[in-house]
């Protein structure tokens, strides 16, 4: 006890049975932040593991009031661990709570990122099992194969079978010569809605054998494939073009929904593809025109 008194700043006393103390969870972590800041050697550390477990327990009001304050200064890549986990749990808030902290996508967004995302997909989603058959297809097809990790190219062969089989793969299997890279930029899609018919235009790089990816728009399709509303809106809003986005996003979840057998799931995939149609018509003609001028 007096080992304990000497260091107070570690003592945390928490009274359940009073009914203006705050949930167990956040006494917890309001106790290991206090912790955190009296030891300075090993005090970024410590902050790390705090915000780590407040995405964990999806507590952000504690990450805004407790954690991202002047006490501490965070590096957008400091944030990048936390964002993969937040965006892996579905959690939103999170998300844009570290957009607005610095974090920029264009950083973050990495292809080795958005392929470790696709192997983190929700495994009771269509498109995983998707995925896994894709996987399957080509062990059967290759016998030489006898494990087959799954990269950036089956992903967009699944895309391009929902998207339809005339538009271009987004991620080209690479040739067994050169190292797995992409070799598309941004993607323009334009849509006929009655006809349901896409052409997809390939943004190419200025340098022949170089090639870039798309940030929001990787991110924008693996938050729509697992129907995740409200991350699909985050990255939507960020898209170069909002239009041929929400308009590819209504035609991958209405193939989606065909497919899915859980009724409520399906409802909810036809949902939000209507709510990216009505995002697509409710975009000002002035913003158009204005894109095509920046455009030429």
């Excluded at 974090?103 to 995302?117: F, K």
């Excluded at 995925?131 to 699944?158: G, I, M, N, P, Y």
């Excluded at 050169?178 to 340098?207: D, G, M, W, Y």
Aim: charged share 30%; proline share 3%; with cysteine.
């Amino acid at each position: 006890i007096q080992d304990i008194m000497r260091h107070s700043q570690l003592l945390t006393i928490f009274q359940a049975d009073k009914d203006d103390q705050h949930d167990i969870d956040v006494a917890i972590l309001q106790a290991l932040l206090k912790a955190s800041l009296s030891l300075d050697q090993q005090g970024h550390e410590n902050w790390d593991h705090q915000l780590k477990l407040a995405v964990a327990w999806n507590r952000v009001d504690i990450a805004k009031s407790e954690i991202f304050t002047d006490d501490h200064q965070w590096k957008p890549s400091d944030l990048h661990p936390v964002m993969t986990a937040a965006l892996i749990d579905n959690k939103p808030a999170f998300v844009k709570l570290f957009l607005e902290h610095g974090v920029r996508l264009e950083e973050y967004a990495t292809q080795e990122t958005i392929l470790n995302l696709y192997n983190n997909t929700d495994p009771s989603c269509l498109f995983h099992g998707k995925l896994a058959k894709t996987l399957e297809d080509e062990r059967f097809r290759c016998e030489f194969l006898k494990t087959s990790k799954l990269r950036l190219h089956h992903v967009s062969q699944v895309l391009r079978e929902l998207l339809g089989d005339f538009t271009k793969h987004l991620y080209p299997k690479p040739k067994s010569t050169e190292r797995p890279r992409l070799s598309i930029a941004v993607p323009h899609i334009k849509i006929n809605v009655q006809k349901v018919t896409l052409r997809s235009f390939h943004k190419r790089s200025q340098v022949k054998s170089s090639c870039s990816m798309d940030p929001t728009r990787d991110l924008l399709l693996w938050a729509v494939v697992q129907n995740r509303k409200e991350l699909a809106e985050i990255f939507w809003a960020q898209c170069r073009d909002c239009m041929a986005a929400a308009l590819a996003c209504s035609k991958i979840l209405k193939e989606l929904s065909k497919e899915e057998e859980d009724t409520d799931t399906s409802e909810d995939m036809l949902a939000l593809a209507e709510d990216f149609e009505q995002k697509a018509i409710g975009i000002p003609y002035s913003s158009l025109v204005w894109r095509v001028k920046c455009r030429q």
